[in-house]
């Protein structure tokens, strides 16, 4: 690891060198495996946060309580710390910069990580296929990469990012604090017409209550990909 870059008060982003590193498509992810003194060994995955052509991989991972590999990567591990990593893995939650059709980004929680990947390749790409983010979170300090969203919107032309806040919004945000629900994904995402691809990563029971709304609007099945985690 040669950076550790703090995104919010649990999460963090980790900055790896990795030697033979093959190249990476937007949306894959890597298994992280850690072996203590004692021989035992522990893996979980995690999603690729930096652009395809990057020349060093970044994992943003999010701390969960007592979660061996995470609590590690987020509290303990330090520059000059070696893992073995597994990948890169994965072929169908994945965005090809040759793609010509509109994107929607549907995220809640960490489940923006591999999300901005392709928002980054898209960026790196110089493509200027229509992009919308529509990012449910807590609160905004909970909100990963938000500086950087800032920036994006304003750079990067045909991105558009819109937040759910689910327990606490800020003073200058339109909604109440709930749930991502029919009216909001409708005003903030793609009409089905256009037939976007979607693309929705999240907690399972997010995932599965996101991708229901896109069908029930419309959106046809096999336009939609999903990605789940817990």
Do not use: K
Not at 66 to 87: C, H, I, K, P, T
Not at 100 to 106: A, G, I, K, N, S
Request: negative net charge; aromatic residues 8%.
């Amino acid at each position: 690891m040669v950076a550790i870059r703090p995104e919010t008060a649990t999460t963090s982003t980790l900055t790896l060198e990795v030697p033979d590193w093959p190249g990476h498509r937007a949306g894959q992810h890597v298994d992280v495996r850690l072996t203590a003194p004692d021989g035992y060994t522990t893996q979980r995955s995690y999603s690729i946060a930096s652009a395809t052509d990057s020349s060093t991989v970044d994992l943003t991972v999010q701390g969960v309580p007592d979660g061996e590999v995470s609590s590690y990567l987020v509290g303990v591990a330090m520059n000059g710390d070696q893992f073995e990593l597994r990948g890169p893995i994965g072929g169908y939650f994945v965005w090809e910069p040759s793609a010509v059709d509109p994107v929607l980004l549907v995220a809640g929680g960490s489940g923006v990580v591999p999300l901005m990947a392709m928002i980054r390749t898209r960026a790196e790409a110089g493509s200027r296929v229509p992009f919308r983010l529509v990012y449910s979170v807590r609160d905004p300090d909970s909100a990963i990469y938000a500086t950087e969203l800032v920036r994006r919107v304003r750079d990067d032309r045909g991105l558009d990012v819109s937040y759910v806040y689910t327990r606490a919004a800020p003073p200058d945000h339109p909604y109440p604090p709930g749930r991502l629900d029919a009216a909001r994904l409708a005003e903030a995402g793609w009409p089905a017409e256009l037939t976007p691809l979607c693309y929705v990563c999240g907690p399972t029971g997010f995932v599965e209550a996101a991708a229901d709304l896109l069908v029930a609007a419309g959106h046809p099945a096999e336009r939609i990909r999903t990605e789940r985690y817990g």
